[in-house]
């Protein structure tokens, strides 16, 4: 069964920047698609961005084009997410899964915070 920890969340103010990163188990990592989600209180968890299994392709939702980019490192079955000129609309619970046109596994980690904040 898949495993995902997510990491690197924290407090920042407006306009900083973060790095998280994703650590993928129980899968052979090269042959998937990775995507990143978002859930901010009380709202349904949306799709950030996603990237394919050589890395050679990704894609944004249109509210962090521009600012946020999704990379990966098959060697060491992580993959990332660069934030950059955050906004308090970026404040949520980030979390990665297997799959470009949706999650492939139903083992969701534990997520990692994001709170952006003056």
């Known amino acids: 069964q898949a495993h995902f920890v997510e990491s690197g969340g924290g407090l920042v103010q407006p306009g900083g920047s973060l790095r998280l990163s994703c650590a993928a188990s129980g899968l052979t990592f090269s042959d998937y698609s990775m995507s990143w989600y978002r859930q901010a209180p009380g709202k349904e968890r949306e799709l950030v961005a996603r990237?394919?299994?050589?890395?050679?392709?990704?894609d944004y939702a249109g509210s962090v084009k521009g600012r946020f980019t999704i990379s990966r490192d098959n060697a060491k079955k992580t993959v990332f997410l660069q934030m950059n000129s955050l906004e308090p609309e970026d404040t949520a619970l980030y979390y990665c899964?297997?799959?470009?046109?949706?999650?492939?596994?139903?083992?969701w980690g534990p997520g990692t915070q994001v709170t952006v904040s003056s």
């Open positions: 990237i394919g299994g050589i890395g050679g392709n990704s």
């Open positions: 899964n297997a799959g470009y046109r949706g999650p492939l596994f139903d083992s």
